[in-house]
Each structure stands twice: as structure tokens, then as C-alpha cells.
């Protein structure tokens, strides 16, 4: 298996589409020449011109709206928010049209595209460059969301989401660009069964962790951690957001009785705070020992400065520290 | 223009210039966090413009906002305490590079968001008028701006309502690696302008006592019409759009070209000692400015780091 990085690895998926359907057409800002602003697209304008491969202006409206244009008329379009943060120019097409049109028309259309973003923070890209905004999307009805956290993962769900007849957003957390693995390059599947498909990381008893997107690797690195090398740790990559996978949390916990939900994103109205509600409310909820967690980013615009971006965000440290205390707490 | 303007528009040219080479060290030794946009080239367009503006005019700025800070007024110690994420930064180190906002001086901020600033300018202007206030407000944004939806919700409303709305484009000719010929359907901002309803002019950005006149003929003609109005500024980056910029989209003679043929500070000494500004006020000038810099740098290195607490606190008023 060839070794490479994630952004590699979505460029493979990218080009599986592009090979797999004549229709499909990449759009986005500066995904030509220049490459992509994080390299993801570097090579495709080369190997696929400029009729599949279309640098737009800076008009993200359009550029999601075209999507859905083409998508309701037999085309499968991706098309790139340069950083998920300038999605919030784009929300009509994707909140309002896109999610929405399958259903306002009695199953008359589907609206099979994908919307792809850079996410997240780290990278001292301060406020506007470095939200984590899915939840926002798990939100709409209509709407799939999807986070990868390494290149296998990113690859993989790439493909499902171009064979899922729905309005996917694929939200692709700055620092997994350049993780690196050996990556099993699959062929395009036949359908999109993996979206919505949770991933045990690891099998443990003592404490289910859950996490997705980038947080996912801070969990794992966290895990080995020397201080926690007695406990039996269960973590588990929600990969999908939307729909969720629930149902494999609860009978994590109905399992190790603890549960922690780590994410980058704020607390309110989260990933996190949904998935702590069904559990709670699920049948889990007699099995816990204690209340769930939720170590989420803070509840502030992200911050331009190293030590304060540290700060925002939950660190390898803080998971350890509340692992430790979540487990010890009941012994 | 008296001599003593003219030589305060090269000092600031200048202070921009050095401001930012001197981010760029800092940067390449590592002291930076996260990526900065430089406007090396286009400081007459900043200098110009902010210098024909009064302390109590507005700006509204960009991601390439240094010039316009600086020529605003602000101080270069607390930007680069900013950009260094310490507590005296202009935003005390939650905003760096991309938001430096300096109120004190009328500069209602950078901003991270391509177009980002245009509708802000437009609610600002707003603002002064029913507060019977006499200034304008000048927006800063660039040539890729003009393609967004909120460009043309922006004039159009600044001009049904008779908004002191000074635009400014700054036409460096790329948005990141898109050429503006290639993105701007009809070939023309300033018709753009125009099919508004606003007077529009086009000049040469690096000439900046072109710049100067324009802002400050704009500026009276907005405050006697009531109306706002719209200048093109064309002018070059040398540096990438960001720190990892390849510019594969843009042959070095053209970069060579602007720098050789074209750039506004060589263009404006030149015309200094055309005429007859003596070498050493010059020299006077770029040794002032070279501390200015140089004693900045040093104080913001050795000023505290922003404090950890209260990031949830700072979010609300
Ligand atoms: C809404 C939005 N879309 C895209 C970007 C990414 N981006 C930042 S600057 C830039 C190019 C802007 O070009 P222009 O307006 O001409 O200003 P310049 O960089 O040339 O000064 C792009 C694409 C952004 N910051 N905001
Ligand atoms: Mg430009």
C-alpha cells in the first residue's frame, strides 16, 4: 500500500470521482494552478483541464449554488470552500436549497454533491480562518456531515459521500492535511453504506472516549500516555456526524459506563452535547456510573496568538487529566 | 503639496515598507504564529489615501491591512506586539496579522473576509450621517472583493441611500492566484461602480501623490454631494498572497517588472531629488524611520505575553 497524506489521499478520491463520472466537475477558489490554498487539488487542472477543474472568483455563493444547479439537473459536482469558514457566504444554496429541494419536491430531485471545506484551528489563522462549524450543519435536515481524521478514513468516506445521492459537507481539519499512513487506494464502492458508521479506534472497558475529526488523534496520542497505561481505554471516531451513529456509543457505554466526548468545537448546541442528550436518554443512561463529559473547545472566537490559541482548544494534556480523573473518580 | 507633505508621504511609504520586511524577518526566524499578507509594492495606494483622510475619517480595511494601519496612524510598536501576541497589541493577541482594528486613529479594523468590510462601511456611513457627523468613511478591499455578492449589496445601497462611502479598490491584479482579467466578467471595475450610480475614477496606485489628490478631491466632492464614490487603484504585490504562496500563477518579469519599472517608493525619490529635495532630508527620514522600526521590534519582544484568563469572558461586552 502506498504510503501518503491525507491531502494526498483525498486527491486519489478526487481523482476516482473524476475518472468514475463524466459529469463530475470540481469548482473553488485557487484549486487550479496555485493547487488548492492547502495543495489538496495540486495536479488535477494538469491531468483534467479547465472543464473539470474551475477556478472560480472569490463568490462563494455561487460556487455552492452551482453545485446545486448542477447537481438537481444529472451532474455530481464538488466544489471547495477554500476555508469552511467562508461557508457562512454560501448558506443559502446549502441550508436552503440544497437540503431541502429532495424534500420540498415530493422526491422529485436528488442533490448528490459535495461540499468539501478546511476546518478547524491550530494553525494560528485566528478567528475567521479557524472554526470548527459542523454542527451547524447537523442541524439542517437534508444535510450530511461528514469529518475524517487521518488518509485512509478521508479517502474512503470521500468516495462514499460522491455515491450518496444527498448534499454532503465534508469538513476537513487543517491539521489531518499532512498526517501521513499507508493508504489502501479501494475502488469506488457500490453504495454509500459506510456514511453514518462510527469507528471503535481502539476496545476498552474501563471508559468510552469519543471523538471525530482531528480530536480524534489528540484522543489516541493521548491514550498511550504513561499515566493511563493501566486503564482499558475505548475510543471511538464518530467519522460521520450526520446522521450520527449513536447507537455503537450506547452500547459502548452500556459497556465501560463512563463516557467523554472531546471535541475541538464549543460546547453549545454541539456534536458533543447531542451525543451526550441520546445517550443519556438511551437505555445507556442505567448503565453509567457517573455523569458523561464533554471537554470541548472553549466558548470564545479562536485566537490569533500561539499560547492563547492553546488554550481555546483542548490539548493531548486535558484529555489525559480528565480520563484520569473520570476513571479514578469512581475507584 | 508643500515639501514637508511630500516628505511625510515617503516616510510613510517608508515605515510600511520596513514595518513589514521586518515582519518577514521575524517571521523566517520563527517568532511568528500563522501567516501574514504583505503589501510590499502597493504602499502609495495606503499612504496616499490614509494621509488625505482626517483622524476622525473611518477606514475600513483588508487581510492586507499593515499599510492602511500604519498610515492610519497606528502605532508600530502595538502592531507588532499584536502580530507577537503580546498584551499590548492592538487586539491584545486575539487578532494578529488579519484583524488589527485601531480606533483611536478611525480604523474600524482588518478583516479576515474577502469583501468582509464593504457592507460594515456602508452601516458606518450610515452612522455618521444620522449622527450629523462631517466625515466619510473609506473602504479598503481588493480587486477579488468585487465579485462577491456583498460588493454589489454594498454600493447599491450606499448609493440609493447617499452614503459618504469613499470605495477604494486596491487592484493589485490577483486575487490570491486568480488574475482579475480572468474574474471580473465585463473587464471593468469601475463600470461596476458606475452602474450604480457611482462616480468612479481609475489611477495609478504607486503614484502616490496621485493617490493623495484623488482621496482628497473624493473626500470633498463626498462631503459636499453627500454621495459616495469609487476609486480603482491599480497597483502590484511583489511578495505571495501568504507565507506559502509558489506564485506559479505569475512569471518573475512580471514580478521584476513592477519592481524595476514601477515601484512607488524609487518612483517618488526620483521625484523628490528631481525636485531638489536634498539627499540627506531623505537619508534624515529612512534613519528615523530605520529606529522607529528597529526600537518597536525590540519592545514588543520584550513586552508580556497576553494573559491567559478570561478568553470566554472576552467574548461578550
Ligand atoms: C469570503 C472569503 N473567501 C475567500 C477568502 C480567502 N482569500 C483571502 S484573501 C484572498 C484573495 C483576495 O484577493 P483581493 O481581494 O484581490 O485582495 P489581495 O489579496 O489581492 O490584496 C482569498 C481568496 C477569504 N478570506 N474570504
Ligand atoms: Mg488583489
Not at chain 2, 67 to 92: S, V
Amino acid at each position: 500500500m502506498p504510503e501518503m497524506t491525507t491531502g494526498q489521499a483525498i486527491k486519489e478520491a478526487l481523482s476516482l470521482c473524476l475518472d468514475s463520472n463524466d459529469t463530475t466537475f470540481i469548482a473553488g477558489e485557487d484549486i487550479g494552478v496555485y493547487g488548492g490554498a492547502f495543495g489538496v487539488t495540486d495536479g488535477l487542472l494538469e491531468k483534467y483541464g479547465h472543464e473539470r477543474i474551475k477556478d472560480t472568483p472569490i463568490s462563494e455563493d455561487v460556487i455552492a449554488g452551482l453545485a446545486v444547479g448542477a447537481a438537481i439537473t444529472g451532474s455530481k459536482p464538488i466544489v471547495e470552500m477554500q476555508f469552511s469558514d467562508f461557508i457562512v457566504n454560501a448558506m443559502d444554496p446549502i441550508v436552503n436549497q440544497a437540503a431541502k429541494l429532495h424534500f420540498m419536491y415530493g422526491g422529485a430531485v436528488n442533490v448528490p454533491m459535495i461540499v468539501r471545506g478546511a476546518s478547524g484551528a491550530g494553525t494560528g489563522a485566528a478567528a475567521q480562518h479557524s472554526q470548527s462549524l459542523e454542527s451547524w450543519f447537523c442541524h439542517v435536515p437534508g444535510l450530511k456531515v461528514v469529518t475524517p481524521s487521518n488518509p485512509q478514513n478521508a479517502f474512503d468516506l470521500l468516495l462514499a459521500s460522491f455515491v450518496d445521492p444527498n448534499p454532503v459537507i465534508f469538513m476537513e481539519h487543517k491539521l489531518i492535511y499532512k498526517l501521513k499512513s499507508e493508504v489502501n487506494l479501494g475502488p469506488m464502492p457500490s453504495d454509500s453504506s459506510e456514511l453514518g458508521k462510527s469507528k471503535v479506534i481502539q476496545e476498552g472497558n474501563d471508559i468510552t472516549v469519543v471523538s471525530y475529526s482531528n480530536m480524534v488523534n489528540s484522543v489516541i496520542s493521548a491514550a498511550k500516555e504513561d499515566s493511563l497505561t493501566d486503564y482499558s481505554i475505548e475510543i471511538i471516531d464518530l467519522l460521520t456526524l450526520a446522521p450520527m451513529d449513536s447507537e455503537s456509543v450506547i452500547n459502548s457505554v452500556e459497556k465501560t459506563k463512563r463516557l467523554l466526548v472531546c471535541q475541538e468545537a464549543p460546547a453549545s448546541s454541539s456534536v458533543g452535547s447531542t451525543l451526550i442528550s441520546e445517550v443519556v436518554t438511551s437505555r445507556a443512561f442505567k448503565a453509567l456510573n457517573q455523569s458523561p463529559e464533554l471537554l470541548a473547545g472553549l466558548h470564545s472566537p479562536m485566537p490569533s496568538a500561539k499560547h492563547l490559541e492553546t488554550t481555546v482548544i483542548p490539548q493531548e494534556e486535558d484529555i489525559v487529566q480528565k480520563i484520569k480523573e473520570m476513571i479514578e473518580n469512581e475507584q | 503639496m508643500s515639501k514637508e507633505n511630500k516628505l511625510e508621504l515617503y516616510r510613510m511609504m517608508l515605515l510600511i515598507r520596513l514595518f513589514e520586511e521586518a515582519l518577514e524577518e521575524m517571521f523566517s526566524r520563527g517568532l511568528l504564529h500563522g501567516t501574514m499578507h504583505l503589501s510590499i509594492g502597493q504602499e502609495a495606494t495606503a499612504t496616499g489615501a490614509c494621509l488625505a483622510l482626517e483622524k476622525k475619517d473611518l477606514i475600513t480595511s483588508t487581510h492586507r491591512g499593515h499599510g492602511h494601519c500604519l498610515a492610519k496612524g497606528a502605532d508600530p510598536y502595538k502592531m507588532f506586539a499584536e502580530l507577537l501576541g503580546r498584551e499590548d497589541g492592538y487586539c491584545r493577541g486575539r487578532g494578529g496579522s488579519m484583524h488589527i482594528a485601531d480606533l483611536s486613529n478611525g480604523n474600524l479594523g482588518a478583516n479576515g473576509i474577502v469583501a468582509g468590510s464593504l457592507t460594515i462601511s456602508v452601516g458606518a456611513a450610515l452612522s455618521l450621517k444620522m449622527q450629523k457627523i462631517e466625515n466619510i468613511v473609506l473602504c479598503f478591499f481588493g480587486d477579488g472583493a468585487v465579485n462577491e455578492g456583498s460588493f454589489h449589496e454594498a454600493l447599491n445601497l450606499a448609493s440609493l441611500w447617499d452614503l459618504p462611502v469613499l470605495f477604494v479598490c486596491e487592484n493589485n491584479q490577483y486575487g490570491m492566484s486568480m488574475a482579475s482579467e480572468n474574474a471580473v466578467a465585463g473587464g471593468s471595475i469601475t463600470q461596476r461602480a458606475e452602474s450604480y450610480g457611482i462616480k468612479s475614477v481609475s489611477i495609478d496606485g504607486n503614484d502616490v501623490e496621485e493617490v493623495y489628490e484623488t482621496v482628497s478631491k473624493c473626500k470633498e466632492k463626498i462631503k459636499s454631494s453627500g454621495k459616495p464614490m469609487f476609486i480603482e487603484s491599480v497597483t502590484y504585490r511583489y511578495r505571495g498572497h501568504s507565507k506559502s504562496d509558489r506564485n506559479l500563477y505569475r512569471t518573475s518579469d512580471e514580478i521584476n517588472f513592477w519592481k524595476e519599472e514601477k515601484d512607488p517608493l524609487k518612483r517618488f525619490i526620483g521625484k523628490l531629488t528631481e525636485e531638489k529635495v536634498e539627499i540627506d532630508e531623505l537619508k534624515k527620514v529612512e534613519v528615523e524611520v530605520k529606529n522607529l522600526i528597529r526600537e518597536s521590534v525590540k519592545k514588543a519582544l520584550e513586552s508580556p505575553e497576553s494573559p491567559k484568563t478570561n478568553l470566554e469572558e472576552d467574548s461578550y461586552a
